[in-house]
């Protein structure tokens, strides 16, 4: 039995899937939280202003994560700094909206925790591409 090295052409379907499930749930949020500080009075929240950052540089930077995916110690150290970030982003959107009537609020709730659930699985499974390096654990016959 010889064990073979698997080839790394691009992104695996899950991490694929993933990324693109991030990017539109942040592409949500940003227009969302958008629309919150366009009709606040010049005085939008700090948490707001913080969920509409993470919200843009997601949307910016996951565009360049397609094209990370030969590198797996690069997407898993981008994984990690953006599950955290969304993690903080989760945490002040349930202090802010959670006991609102706003539907939009709870939408960003909602698209909020599915973008650091699924970025949490990326840290997972580039974690996993990154310690096994390639190496392919099946028989080739």
Partial sequence: MAVT???????????????ALIWISAVIVMGIVSYFISISND????????????????VAFFLVAFFLGTYPG??????????????????????DYTYGNSALAHTVEAFSFIAFFLLFFNVLYSWDMAHRGGVRRTAVV
Avoid: K, M
């Fill in 74 to 95: 690069y997407v898993l150290l981008f994984n990690v700094i953006f599950s955290y970030l969304w993690l903080v982003a989760v945490v002040f959107t349930a202090q």
């Fill in 5 to 19: 090295t698997r080839e790394r052409t691009g992104l695996a379907p899950f991490l694929t899937i993933c990324n």
């Fill in 43 to 58: 005085n939008p929240s700090d948490h707001t202003i913080y969920e509409e950052v993470i919200a843009v540089l997601t």
